[in-house]
């Protein structure tokens, strides 16, 4: 990683043992899952299921679903911010819009969790701090680098690209050429 990027973290307390570690990412990898697919009332005994684990493993690393909602959510944006560390040192362009197509996974779980968050408090705000922090450094390379229209800001882009994953889509293949038609309007000729 360069080092005159800050590295951005959105704390999610994992478990120190390798064993228990995989057991807590199993467990919000097939909670975020389920969240996108069934909304926040997906059974807990299924996400435990589909995870590997008993439910009693679940309970014990999220005591009740909001912990477990909360936890996916700051997963969510600790990857997006991870996806712009890695993402980086590629072409401007090429990194925008590979930051922008794991932006597309964020914001569909975040719509289907959306309503159960508690958006006010301080961890939500940091969060989307670290979120712009971490994707608007590439929105810039791009337009510097005569990439990017100049005329459209990071939020802009966010929220286009966020609108476009409200649309239901025949399947993967159909939302990347959708986002590809849309990023057409903001890459400069």
Request: charged share 30%; with cysteine; proline share 3%.
């Amino acid at each position: 990683m360069d080092q005159s990027r800050p590295e951005l973290r959105v704390d999610v307390r994992r478990p120190q043992r390798a064993d228990a570690r995989r057991n807590f990412d199993a467990l919000l990898t097939a909670a975020r899952d389920a969240f996108a697919a069934k909304g926040v009332g997906a059974s807990l005994e299924d996400i435990a299921r589909q995870a590997g684990v008993g439910i009693g493993t679940l309970y014990r690393n999220f005591p009740n679903r909001q912990d477990l909602l909360n936890a996916v959510y700051f997963g969510e944006i600790e990857e997006l911010c991870r996806a712009a560390e890695e993402a980086a040192d590629l072409p401007p362009w090429e990194a925008l819009t590979t930051w922008l197509h794991r932006f597309v996974g964020y914001a569909a779980t975040k719509r289907a969790i959306w309503e159960s968050l508690n958006r006010e408090a301080d961890n939500f705000k940091a969060a989307r701090e670290a979120m712009y922090a971490a994707g608007a450094p590439l929105f810039e390379r791009a337009q510097q680098a005569g990439e990017a229209r100049k005329d459209v800001s990071f939020d802009d882009l966010l929220r286009m690209v966020s609108g476009l994953t409200a649309a239901g889509y025949v399947d993967q293949a159909q939302r990347d050429r959708v986002l590809t038609i849309a990023l057409d309007g903001v890459r400069t000729r």
